[in-house]
T-cell receptor, first 118, second 115 residues
Framework: AQKITQTQPGMFVQEKEAVTLDCTYD???????LFWYKQPSSGEMIFLIY??????QNATEGRYSLNFQKARKSANLVISASQLGDSAMYFC???????????????FGTGTLLAVQP | DAGITQSPRHKVTETGTPVTLRCHQT?????MYWYRQDPGHGLRLIHY???????DKGEVSDGYSVSRSKTEDFLLTLESATSSQTSVYFC??????????????FGQGTRLTVV
């Protein structure tokens, strides 16, 4: 069975500093995708970054990077140069490969609430 | 913005009544998902669909049913609402596979209160 674990319910970071949000996963699928989403207090879900299980390099999108360690089954999100607007809930998610039914189940972790302090 | 609309956005209903939430997309995406979001639990998958009339259960499917008679619509029904189903419900859509541009797009959410 697939599972996503986020062990940090809440995190604090000073403005302009980097922060790492942890995510570990479990799956028996040989191919899968990992996603991070941001949910500000307004409630919408915002896609941040994607990593494929066969990607050789860690994904980066602006100030976001994904530290992908396949052997450890971890996919940590790194936010560089934190800004006040980064304060939000962050979710890690995973989906299996292929175009079949069960393999495309998209599951989420419990989230990490990040607070950026001035 | 991806074309995905949830209705209603807010609803208050009484215990024991049936409730149907609607998710409508204009993107022609194959996959559609229903989640509930509760404090401390993140987003939990209720049901999902991988095509017209093709659906499967998620991790918290008890008390919920779904239907997808058209590509663009995915309905979530609470057969007999209970207070434990008070939650924020999100619908999401996506293409299949695990390549780039396969992220899920979310609706704005429906806040359901069962009294």
């Amino acid at each position: 069975a697939q599972k996503i674990t986020q062990t940090q319910p809440g995190m604090f970071v000073q403005e302009k500093e980097a922060v790492t949000l942890d995510c570990t996963y479990d799956t028996s699928d040989p191919s899968y995708g990992l996603f991070w989403y941001k949910q500000p207090s307004s409630g919408e879900m915002i896609f941040l970054i994607y990593q494929g299980s066969y990607d050789q390099q860690n994904a980066t999108e602006g100030r976001y990077s994904l530290n992908f360690q396949k052997a450890r089954k971890s996919a940590n999100l790194v936010i560089s140069a934190s800004q006040l607007g980064d304060s939000a809930m962050y979710f890690c998610a995973m989906r299996g490969a292929g175009y079949g039914g069960a393999t495309n189940k998209l599951i989420f972790g419990t989230g990490t609430l990040l607070a950026v302090q001035p | 913005d991806a074309g995905i609309t949830q209705s209603p956005r807010h609803k208050v209903t009484e215990t024991g009544t049936p409730v149907t939430l609607r998710c409508h997309q204009t993107e022609n995406h194959r996959y559609m998902y229903w989640y509930r979001q509760d404090p401390g639990h993140g987003l939990r998958l209720i049901h999902y669909s991988y095509g017209v009339k093709d659906t499967d259960k998620g991790e918290v499917s008890d008390g919920y049913s779904v239907s997808r008679s058209k590509t663009e619509d995915f309905l979530l029904t609470l057969e007999s609402a209970t207070s434990s189903q008070t939650s924020v419900y999100f619908c999401a859509i996506s293409e299949g596979g695990t390549g780039m541009n396969t992220e899920a797009f979310f609706g704005q959410g429906t806040r359901l209160t069962v009294v």
